[in-house]
C-alpha cells in the first residue's frame, strides 16, 4: 500500500465520527490535512488579470493541484503532469488574493499545500501608476536630451519614447531603467518635435506583464530652468591682452588675441559624441576697448552646423580682472554634465568650478566649489572620476594633482615637481597633459631658479594607476615630487645647450606611446634676438625618445597642437610668419607625418593675407569632422578686435559671428 493511502483512512474515520460537513462531504479547511511527503514546489505569480501556476519536483502519485482563490472561490484543478509545469488562470479580477493549493492524488487522497497570498494586477494598479521625474529637457534643431530624475519606484523597468523624427517618421525608443540612485540621460539625434514617454514596470519576473505609466509629453524647447540663468552675449568675441613683459622694439613678450590661451588650459573644447556637439571654452570681452575678461562657453552643432549664443560663465572683469590666464577649461561627465574649470593666477585669485545645470546644455551653470588652481587641466574616466593637474604659486610654480569622483569632493593636493638645483632657492614649471585609458601623463620643463623666462629641458611621467604611483614611459619608477634636474624623468636636457624650451602638446601614437611637441629658441626675447624658433616632436616608440624637427617660426609663442589618428600625424600651427611679423602668432599651415614624424610635409595653408596674427591653436577632446581645431586672431602690436576661428579637418575655415540677433546662427566660411 502507498504511503498516503494511509492518510486517506485516517481521514474517512474522522468523517465516520462527526466531523462530516454540508451533503455529507468532509470539509478540507475544517479538518487539518495529512501532509504529502516529498511534495514538490508551487509558485503562484499574478499578471495583468491572471495567475501562472508553476511546479517542480512534483511526486509521481499526485494527479493534480488544487487551487482556491478567497474563501468561497470556485477550486480549480490543475494536471499536475510529470512532476514540472506550468498553469495559466485567465480571468482572474483584481485584487490580492488569499490561496489555498492542495495535492489530489491519482486514488483521490487530498493532502495539504501552501496558503501564499497573489496580487493580481489590472487597469486600476496601471492607472495608479507614475511617471519617473523629469529634470531636464533641451532641445536644439534635431537634437534633444532627456534626463531621468533618481528616484527610480520599484517594479520599474524601463521608459519608453514615442516622437516623430525630423523626416516625418514615427519613432518608439526604449531605455532600461538604473536602481543605482543617480540621474539618468536620453539623447535623440532625429527628433522631431515633441516627445512623448511612459514608464514601463513590471511586478512580477515570473509572468513578465508590462503595466505603463499614463504617457506625458515633453515639449520641444521645454528645460528646467536655473534660478540663475546664464548670461548671454551678443557674439563671439575673444579678448586682447598684452603680458608687457621684456618689451622691445618688436613689441612684448608676448600680446595679442589671446581668448585660446594658454596651452596648459587644457581641454578647451570636448566633442560629445551623445548630442553631436562640440562645447568649447575661451577668454572673451564685452567689447574691443575694454580690459574685461569674461569666461565663456560656446556649443557647435554639427547637424545643423550651427553655433549657439555663447554664455559668460563667471564674469571676472566685474572684479577688475582682464588676464586671461584665468581662461577656463571645460570638461563632460559621464551624465552629459558640462563642467567649467575656471583658472585662478597665483594663489591670490581662487579658481572656481561650474557644473551645467542640465546635461549638455549651456543655457545655466551652478557654482560647485573653488581652490587654488592656475592652469587646470582636467581628466576624466567615467569609471574613474576626475584627474586634475594644476599650478600653485608656491615658490614660485609647483606642479600638483588632486582627484575626484563626483568634481565635489576632492582630494588633497599632491605634489607632483619641484627641481632645485645648487645654490637655488625657487623652482618652477609648466606642464602639459594628456590621458589614455586609465594612464595619466605629464610632460613638464623647468624654470632655473623659477625665473620663467629661463624655461628648459622636457621630463615626462605618467601613472597607470590614477597617481598612486608614477613611472617614467619604459615603466622605471619615478618618485614624486621630481626634486632633481637629471631625475630618470629626463627627456631631453635642453639646458646644456642654453636653450629654452615651450611644450606645446601631449599626445599618443596608436600604441598609446606618448609624443610630445614643443618649440626651442635661444632665449625669450621677440623678434631677432630670440634665435630660431624650432618645432620639435618627441616620440617614445618603446625603446627610445626619438626627435623629429618640424617647421620654423618667428615667436617662441606661437602655439599650435598635434593630432594622430588613422596612421597620420598632424600639426596645426602659426608657423607661417603672419601680418604682424615679429609677433606672436602668424598665418595657420598644416604639417602631416605618416612615418611617426620621422619626416614631415607641408599639407596646407589654412590662412593667408590676414589682417591679424592667428594663435593658440586648440585640439578638442574627441575632436569631430566638423569642429577639428580652434583659434583666436588680434594684432600683436596694438589693442583690437579678437575673433573665433574653427577649421574642419578638411581645412576649412570659419569665423565665429562677433554679432548674433538669433540663438543659433552660422559661421562665415574663411578660404572657401
Not at 598632424?570 to 611679423?581: E, L, R, S
Request: a negative charge; proline letters at 5%; glycine letters at 12%.
Amino acid at each position: 500500500m502507498k504511503k498516503h493511502v494511509l492518510f486517506t483512512v485516517v481521514l474517512l474515520a474522522a468523517a465516520l465520527l462527526g466531523g462530516a460537513g454540508c451533503n455529507g462531504n468532509t470539509s478540507e479547511t475544517e479538518t487539518p490535512l495529512p501532509v504529502l511527503e516529498n511534495a514538490g514546489q508551487v509558485t503562484l505569480a499574478g499578471g495583468r488579470n491572471r495567475i501562472v501556476c508553476r511546479w517542480t519536483g512534483m511526486p509521481q502519485e499526485v494527479a493534480s493541484i488544487r487551487l482556491r482563490l478567497g474563501d468561497d472561490g470556485t477550486p480549480h484543478d490543475i494536471p499536475a503532469g510529470d512532476g514540472n509545469g506550468e498553469k495559466e488562470l485567465t480571468g482572474i479580477e483584481e485584487g490580492s488574493w488569499p490561496a489555498e493549493v492542495r495535492y489530489v492524488t491519482d486514488d483521490g487522497g487530498i493532502f495539504a499545500g501552501p496558503a501564499p497570498t497573489v496580487t493580481v494586477y489590472g487597469d486600476r494598479y496601471e492607472a495608479s501608476l507614475k511617471n519617473r521625474t523629469v529634470t531636464g529637457a533641451y532641445f536644439a534643431g534635431a537634437s534633444a536630451t532627456v534626463t531621468l530624475g533618481n528616484s527610480c519606484p520599484e517594479g520599474l523597468v524601463g521608459q519608453e519614447f514615442t516622437y516623430v523624427s525630423a523626416v516625418g517618421e514615427p519613432r518608439t525608443r526604449y531605455c532600461e531603467a538604473r536602481h543605482d540612485g543617480s540621474k539618468q540621460t536620453v539623447a535623440f539625434d532625429d527628433a522631431g518635435g515633441d516627445i512623448s514617454y511612459r514608464c514601463v514596470y513590471r511586478p512580477s519576473e515570473i509572468t513578465g506583464d508590462l503595466f505603463y505609466s499614463p504617457a506625458a509629453t515633453i515639449s520641444n524647447y521645454a528645460r528646467v530652468d536655473s534660478p540663475e540663468q546664464t548670461p548671454v552675449v551678443v557674439g563671439y568675441r575673444g579678448i586682447w591682452f598684452s603680458i608687457g613683459q621684456a618689451a622691445s622694439e618688436y613689441g612684448p613678450k608676448y600680446s595679442g588675441g589671446l581668448g585660446t590661451y594658454t596651452m596648459k588650459h587644457i581641454p578647451m573644447a570636448v566633442y560629445a559624441p551623445a548630442v553631436g556637439r562640440t562645447y568649447f571654452v575661451y577668454g572673451g570681452a564685452p567689447d574691443t576697448g575694454r580690459k574685461y575678461l569674461q569666461c565663456m562657453i560656446g556649443c557647435y552643432d554639427h547637424k545643423t552646423g550651427l553655433l549657439q549664443k555663447p554664455r559668460v560663465v563667471h564674469d571676472k572683469g566685474i572684479d577688475g580682472v582682464s588676464d586671461p590666464h584665468d581662461d577656463p577649461t571645460v570638461q563632460i561627465d559621464r551624465n552629459g554634465y558640462v563642467w567649467v574649470f575656471v583658472a585662478g593666477r597665483a594663489n591670490k585669485r581662487p579658481g572656481i568650478r561650474y557644473r551645467s545645470v542640465n546635461p549638455y546644455d549651456i543655457s545655466a551653470f551652478e557654482r560647485i566649489n573653488e581652490s587654488i588652481m592656475a592652469y587646470p587641466q582636467v581628466h576624466y574616466h567615467p569609471e574613474r572620476g576626475f584627474f586634475l593637474f594644476f599650478t600653485r604659486y608656491d615658490g614660485v610654480r609647483q606642479l600638483f594633482w588632486q582627484t575626484s569622483e563626483d568634481g565635489v569632493n576632492w582630494t588633497p593636493y599632491r605634489k607632483l615637481a619641484s627641481i632645485k638645483e645648487g645654490s637655488e632657492s625657487k623652482s618652477g614649471h609648466y606642464q602639459i597633459s594628456n590621458i589614455c585609458g586609465t594612464k595619466v601623463c605629464t610632460a613638464f620643463n623647468r624654470h632655473i631658479n623659477g625665473n620663467v623666462d629661463t624655461r628648459t629641458n622636457i621630463y615626462y611621467v605618467q601613472s597607470e594607476d590614477w597617481g598612486a604611483t608614477w613611472t617614467t614611459a619604459d615603466g622605471t619608477t619615478v618618485t614624486v615630487p621630481v626634486t632633481e634636474r637629471y631625475s630618470n624623468a629626463l627627456v631631453r636636457d635642453f639646458q646644456s645647450q642654453g636653450r629654452n624650451c615651450y611644450i606645446k602638446d601631449l599626445n599618443f601614437d596608436a600604441a598609446g606611446r606618448p609624443v610630445i611637441l614643443c618649440v626651442t629658441s635661444d632665449n625669450h626675447l621677440t623678434g631677432p634676438d630670440g634665435g630660431v624658433r624650432q618645432w620639435h616632436t618627441f616620440h617614445w616608440t618603446g625603446r627610445e625618445w626619438r626627435e623629429s624637427l618640424i617647421a620654423t617660426s618667428t615667436h617662441c609663442y606661437d602655439s599650435g597642437s598635434l593630432w594622430i589618428e588613422d596612421g597620420a600625424w598632424t600639426v596645426i600651427a602659426p608657423t607661417d610668419a603672419g601680418p604682424q611679423y615679429w609677433g606672436a602668432g602668424g598665418e595657420i599651415v598644416v604639417w602631416r607625418s605618416f612615418d611617426e614624424g620621422g619626416s614631415w610635409v607641408r599639407a596646407q595653408t589654412l590662412t593667408s593675407n590676414s589682417i591679424y596674427n592667428h594663435t593658440y591653436v586648440r585640439r578638442p577632446l574627441g575632436a569631430a569632422e566638423g569642429f577639428y581645431a580652434f583659434w583666436a586672431d588680434g594684432s600683436p602690436d596694438a589693442r583690437t578686435a579678437s575673433h573665433l576661428y574653427f577649421c574642419t579637418a578638411a581645412g576649412d575655415v570659419f569665423r565665429m559671428p562677433y554679432d548674433m540677433t538669433d540663438e543659433w546662427a552660422a559661421p562665415e566660411p574663411v578660404n572657401r
